[in-house]
């Protein structure tokens, strides 16, 4: 009885990993979360940094969300989601200061705002308030991996053709000679977020990955 | 489970009316509490990040340098107890937010080096300040000099990236020009 | 930099035009792309978030300047600001609800949603990185809410239009409004030279 009981639980752990990587992808399928999605995704430093800092708020909240959800009062239920986020939020700019400064410095103001980044709190709401620990461990993983591929993807795209070049943690991964002599540098600035962006969720939906509106 | 085991007592508290505001005051306390400790062990290793940042430039500014000093934020570079130059630090206003500079000057007052310490410009495009190509232009420099060319000075923009240029630019000439006379009318 | 900072006419244009809050720092582009349909609804949505940002910059650059800098905690600044702005909006609802009902019935809808909208979290965290005085945290509140406000016009007047184009059917709805933003973040940075 109880193995069986520890195998639902298994299994229903990795099918809500999974529904946040591509059923509910937050940024492909919901579009949530796009100032971060779009102003970070200019290079794959960035989006690596911006991931790691969302998937560890959104697993700190998750938790102690999760396990304060039978003492927290409806009525105040916001501004203690609020207030857990934000100390998260907190911590991670503290240490990325210490520890990262150059990855501090070039997320700027992007690193505080995760605390208004409606995938955190949308899944304190909608997940972590009303499920278990285990499961919503699983649900911040499942989102936070599906937030990170969508940055992945589109910062791919924005480096790649902006600088003709990819390069993650300082080593050159591979460079296009002709692009990098003249590369098109719109990509890495503000219109190429949204192009790539628009382009991707066209693409998405012409071969049917995502639905028609 | 717990639910179940929910005595009188904890129904009672959860269901009073001040309940709510002890409990967000609670948290908040935490929180408050939980940072101050991360603040207090992150706070060093932020400071001493920066400080040796700033001498790890300065020496490769300046290699025969063994010792320096700190006046009114200008660094006395010495070598032996002598002056050998002076360095300041610029900060510019550029695209993304601000630059701030290394300005190591020698001892009769012209650009050594310049060395861009931080900051968040547009990847691959504004960072290239951080290259060669650009800050080798401002060496051996006066500061009337250190202008974009098409502001009639010596330093040419990095295409595609002339408001990152125009901040180092600019706020290095500024700099230069404030501090200078600080370091000529006290003879440093 | 000189104490004084930039100017107030520097601070306004640039907040308004040359680093508009939805094109080039992407703040707020949820109900960029939510909300804007109607002209009417975008121009309520824009006060209704220039309010707001105007009152959290008052009052958060009295709290960074009086309490968080001379304590030395301005890393308590995001739990701060953000209760602030949250505590802020409800306040704020509650007057417009009790004073003027004609007010909160057009603007009522779009205020809870303003908590979570990152420009006006934004705005506050520029002012306190930029140092800004109370008059130019004004100034930067004021023109970050207009430059907000003219692009969720511009924005739903064009999508207006679009319901009666003859779109590709994958560029249908949100991708198209993409291209849309990239188009006018395009033109808007031919203002980069203004300051």
């Not at chain 2, 609670?26 to 932020?46: D, E, P, W």
């Not at chain 3, 511009?154 to 991708?175: H, N, Q, V, W, Y």
Request: charged share 15%; aromatic share 10%.
């Amino acid at each position: 009885m109880i193995e069986k009981q520890e195998r639902l639980t298994a299994k229903k752990f990795w099918q809500e990993l999974a529904k946040g990587i591509v059923i509910t992808n937050p940024v492909f399928v919901l579009v949530l979360g796009l100032c971060p999605t779009l102003a970070v995704s200019n290079s794959l430093n960035n989006a690596l940094g911006m991931s790691a800092g969302v998937i560890f708020v959104l697993l700190g909240s998750n938790i102690i969300i999760s396990l304060l959800r039978k003492i927290t009062p409806n009525l105040v239920r916001i501004p203690v989601f609020i207030v857990v986020i934000a100390t998260f939020v907190t911590i991670l700019s503290l240490v990325f200061e210490a520890y990262l400064p150059p990855l501090y410095e070039s997320l700027g103001i992007y690193l505080p705002l995760i605390v208004v980044n409606c995938i955190i709190l949308g899944r304190a709401e909608v997940f972590a308030s009303k499920n278990s620990v285990t499961l919503s461990i699983a649900d911040a993983f499942g989102v936070g991996f599906g937030f990170t591929i969508a940055l992945i993807i589109v910062a791919f795209f924005r480096e790649l053709l902006g600088t003709g070049g990819l390069e993650v943690f300082g080593k050159q991964l591979f460079s296009i000679p002709v692009l990098a002599e003249s590369p098109m540098s719109i990509f890495i600035m503000p219109p190429g977020a949204f192009i790539v962006l628009g382009l991707l969720l066209a693409f998405f939906r012409m071969i049917g990955v995502l639905k028609h509106e | 489970m717990v639910s179940e085991k929910k005595t009188g007592f904890g129904t009672k508290i959860l269901s009073n009316k001040i309940y709510p505001i002890v409990f967000l005051s609670i948290i908040v306390f935490v929180a408050v509490l939980l940072l101050m400790l991360v603040n207090s062990f992150t706070q060093t290793k932020i400071l001493a990040e920066r400080e040796a940042k700033v001498t790890t430039v300065l020496q490769k500014i300046y290699p025969d340098m063994n010792d320096f000093e700190l006046k009114e934020d200008i660094y006395i570079i010495l070598k032996d107890g002598d002056v050998i130059g002076y360095s300041i630090i610029a900060v510019g206003k550029g695209y993304g937010g601000d630059i701030n500079t290394i300005v190591g000057l020698d001892k009769d007052y012209l650009v050594k080096e310049i060395s861009v310490l931080s900051n968040t410009e547009t990847p691959g495009l504004g960072t290239k300040i951080l290259e060669t190509f650009f800050t080798d232009q401002f060496k051996g420099l006066e500061p009337q000099d250190v202008k974009l060319s098409k502001d009639g000075g010596k330093i040419d923009a990095i295409s595609g990236a002339t408001i990152s240029s125009r901040a180092v630019t600019d706020s290095v000439r500024e700099a230069m020009e404030e501090k200078l006379e600080i370091i000529k009318s006290n003879n440093y | 930099m000189s104490e004084a900072g930039p100017s107030l006419i520097t601070i306004f244009i640039g907040m308004v035009l040359v680093n508009n809050l939805i094109l080039a720092k992407f703040l707020g582009l949820c109900p960029f792309f939510g909300v804007s349909k109607k002209i009417t609804n975008a121009l309520s949505m824009g006060a209704a978030v220039t309010l707001v940002m105007l009152i959290a910059s008052i009052a958060t650059t009295l709290i960074y300047r009086f309490i968080l800098v001379p304590f030395k905690v301005e890393f308590m600044n995001i739990i701060i600001y953000i209760l602030v702005i949250a505590s802020l909006v409800q306040i704020v609802e509650l007057f417009i609800k009790r004073t003027n009902i004609t007010l909160y019935n057009s603007l009522g809808i779009y205020l809870p949603l303003i908590t979570t909208n990152c420009a006006v979290l934004g705005v506050t965290l520029i002012n306190a990185q930029e140092n800004y005085t109370m008059l130019q945290s004004i100034v930067s509140a004021l023109g970050g809410g207009i430059g907000f406000t003219l692009m969720l016009i511009i924005m739903s007047a064009i999508r207006e239009r679009l319901e009666f184009a003859d779109t590709p059917k994958s560029m249908r709805g949100l991708p198209i409004a993409f291209i849309i933003a990239a188009i006018l973040s395009l033109a808007y940075m031919g203002f980069s030279g203004l300051i």
